[in-house]
């Protein structure tokens, strides 16, 4: 798994990884486009929503909401990808900060219309991705949703199948949602939906 360090020196060549592996429809990056095309879609039902981005990376996501007048607030933890980010967004309100150590004080009270992060819950534990999920829930606004995009699957079979397909650059220091474990584990705190949209990423959508 990439350190804060390692995240900086990719910065400049994350999208194209991205792109290539999205391109030959190959874990971890197959349905990337699609995935951020459904939480983008998501999002412009609302007008000038309140979002928070865990994660935004150099901001590809972020920056389609910002240009459609959505209010961005971020999190991440590479001071690298925030300067990329930040560029291209300059009024967004970004922080750097590391996600281990659940959320920063800063953001406690405030409400979202939607809470986003792709592509990056899977660097937690399962116990601490339920823990920091489950945190989130108080910054939800009253119809506000979890939207998460990641390397994810329906059923622990299905990741088991996903890794010995790919078993030569499965990377066994990340952890990946399964869909069936995470809506037990939220069962009585919140709704879960998992929508699949390649054979190794789909759309988890978290309300209260």
């Known amino acids: 798994m990439l350190n804060k360090q390692g995240f900086d020196l990719w910065a400049n ?30 999002i412009m039902q609302v007008n000038q929503a309140k979002v928070l981005d865990i994660g935004f990376g150099t901001g590809v996501l972020t920056n389609k909401l910002y240009e459609n007048d959505h209010h961005i607030d971020g999190l991440d933890f590479s001071a690298k990808m925030i300067e990329i980010a930040q560029s ?47 945190s989130l829930l108080s910054l939800l606004s009253e119809n506000g949703k979890i939207l998460i995009g990641d390397i994810a699957f329906q059923t622990r079979e299905n990741l088991e199948n996903c890794r010995k397909d790919s078993i030569g650059y499965w990377d066994d220091d990340e952890f990946y949602f399964v869909y069936e474990e995470l809506n037990s584990s939220l069962l009585g705190v919140a709704n879960c939906e998992f929508q699949a949209i390649s054979h190794c990423g789909g759309l988890y959508v978290i309300s209260k």
């Open 88 to 134: 291209k967004m300059p009024m967004a309100n970004l922080m750097e900060w590391d996600i281990s150590n659940g959320l920063p004080e800063q953001l406690q009270g405030n409400k979202y219309d939607f809470i986003v992060s792709t592509y990056t819950l899977h660097h937690l534990s399962d116990d601490e991705k339920m823990a920091f999920i489950k």
């Open 13 to 42: 060549d994350y999208d194209k990884t991205v792109q290539v592996s999205e391109d030959n429809n190959l874990y971890p990056f197959a349905g990337y486009k699609n995935i951020l095309s459904a939480i983008f879609n998501e």
